[in-house]
């Protein structure tokens, strides 16, 4: 059960850690591995983002591995569209399907241009997110893809983000943490400059049986690994009840560029 919960904690954000913008109308795909204490290898994350000039589309799938999946089994798979803007990005649709253990679990969410919200769950929850919180909210996914964005704008993390996911209200709070040069870390094989960004996650509704399945807290070091393009996640730390998390890319393929980071 300790493990479940660890694991659980680090979903949240590892759903979201690559979904920096392809160059448009291309694909990117990126791998993520993590590790919970002691190095036990936890979960394989991989994300694939199509965009466009003004569209997007990212879809994210992970499932718990090796000691983690023989232990707790999690697969899930995530989507979400929207628009682009400047430094931003308004979602449409979201989408979560999760195989816990055997037991499913699906959401799904419309982002409608007026800031109003419709979101679903199967089975349902508990608690009743109230309309007026729901409005103005992105999804998970997005939320990273306007900080990414935004970084690539001005270079700085400080930004709060309103997600609803179609179980839970929450914010995003990210601030700036300075610039770290990074040298090749256990298997990663990656070394540079990177801007550091802390995020905190403030609960506004939340299942209570549920509050420990992500993490309250974590850090991220961004580097520009394609000319051009936004910065992206190399490494990632998260603060779980149950210990720290450490997020690697590992790869990262797409037109003109195929980097494998981490053996």
């Not at 959401?107 to 089975?123: F, M």
């Amino acid at each position: 059960m300790a493990l479940a919960r660890l694991v659980g904690a680090a979903l949240l954000l590892a759903l979201a850690a690559v979904v920096a913008p392809a160059p448009a109308g291309e694909r990117l795909s990126a791998r993520v591995e993590l590790y919970g204490p002691l190095g036990i290898h936890i979960l394989t994350l991989r994300t694939t983002l199509e965009q466009t000039e003004e569209r997007y589309s990212a879809v994210v799938d992970f499932a718990t591995i090796g000691l983690a999946g023989i232990l707790f089994e999690q697969k899930t798979r995530a989507v979400a569209t929207g628009r682009l803007g400047r430094a931003t990005a308004y979602p449409e649709t979201f989408s979560n399907d999760t195989v816990r253990n055997g037991i499913n679990r699906r959401s799904r969410v419309d982002y409608r241009p007026d800031g109003t919200v419709e979101g679903s769950s199967a089975p349902p929850t508990r608690i009743v997110v109230p309309p007026e919180l729901m409005r103005g909210t992105v999804d998970n996914v997005t939320a990273y893809l306007r900080l990414e964005r935004q970084l690539a704008e001005t270079g700085k993390c400080a930004m709060t983000v309103p997600v609803f996911d179609g179980r839970h209200r929450y914010d995003l709070v990210f601030a700036d943490a300075g610039k770290q040069q990074l040298s090749p870390e256990g298997s990663q094989k990656f070394s540079g400059s990177t801007i550091v960004c802390r995020m905190t996650r403030h609960n506004r509704v939340v299942e209570p049986s549920e509050e420990d399945e992500g993490a309250r807290q974590g850090m991220f070091w961004y580097a520009s690994l394609i000319p051009g393009e936004v910065p992206l996640p190399v490494r990632m730390r998260l603060q779980t009840q149950l210990g720290t998390v450490d997020g690697y890319l590992a790869e990262l393929s797409g037109p003109g560029v195929n980097l494998k980071l981490l053996d």
